[in-house]
Antibody, heavy 122, light 107 residues
Framework: QITLKESGPTLVKPTQTLTLTCTFS??????????VGWIRQPPGKALEWLAL???????RYSPSLKSRLTITKDTSKNQVVLTMTNMDPVDTATYYC??????????????WGQGTLVTVSS | SYELTQPPSVSVSPGQTARITCSGD??????AYWYQQKSGQAPVLVIY???KRPSGIPERFSGSSSGTMATLTISGAQVEDEADYYC??????????FGGGTKLTVL
């Protein structure tokens, strides 16, 4: 049974750096083909893909946010960490982590965490 | 940048067929996927690789893709199918993209 859970601050101030942790179970990030991604959703708005990391440490980032994002993994702890710099109120959103299944080039998110709401406000 | 375009809303009566479209220039070469998101919940995958249905998803959900358009069809829509639906795909660089979402109303 695959489960994922996001953790991190619920409130950050503008210009601060956000650090979110995804802790998962039921799969290993050392298994070929496996990936974990981050997706966010501002209140009342659409889903937006942020980043993806694979078992081989290949990393992909949303082109529009690439300069602000870093994704890393700790295979021994079954965790993936996303950092986003220079937070702004428009970054207020629910942040989800998800397991990436399917092919390496067209992986899709088949298992999702419950999401964590991050508010950016002074 | 690459975009997937969906209608903002679709409305049907219970028992009718709902069709939600997703258009994108790369869809002739890339798979389309569909997610259902009910209010306050995480998205759930309902269709993968254009037309495959994950286990546990009712048979009334089906998908198809032709040219630059993918379609999610809900045959005999039920009140519990009322949700936001998002298409998802990749571009030629391997970036992941979600469509803008379609609010399905069943009443």
């Amino acid at each position: 049974q695959i489960t994922l859970k996001e953790s991190g601050p619920t409130l950050v101030k503008p210009t601060q750096t956000l650090t979110l942790t995804c802790t998962f179970s039921g799969f290993s990030l050392s298994t070929s083909g496996v990936g974990v991604g981050w997706i966010r959703q501002p209140p009342g708005k659409a889903l937006e893909w942020l980043a993806l990391i694979y078992w081989n440490d290949d990393k992909r980032y949303s082109p529009s946010l690439k300069s602000r994002l870093t994704i890393t993994k700790d295979t021994s702890k079954n965790q993936v960490v996303l950092t986003m710099t220079n937070m702004d109120p428009v970054d207020t959103a629910t942040y989800y982590c998800a397991h990436s299944g399917g092919s390496y080039s067209e992986g899709y998110f088949d298992y999702w965490g419950q999401g964590t709401l991050v508010t950016v406000s002074s | 940048s690459y975009e997937l375009t969906q209608p903002p809303s679709v409305s049907v009566s219970p028992g009718q067929t709902a069709r939600i479209t997703c258009s994108g220039d790369a869809l002739p070469k890339k798979y389309a996927y569909w997610y259902q998101q009910k209010s306050g919940q995480a998205p759930v995958l309902v269709i993968y690789e254009d037309s495959k249905r994950p286990s546990g998803i009712p048979e009334r959900f089906s998908g198809s893709s032709s040219g630059t358009m993918a379609t999610l069809t809900i045959s005999g829509a039920q009140v519990e199918d009322e949700a936001d639906y998002y298409c998802y795909s990749t571009d030629s660089s391997g970036n992941r993209i979600f469509g803008g979402g379609t609010k399905l109303t069943v009443l």
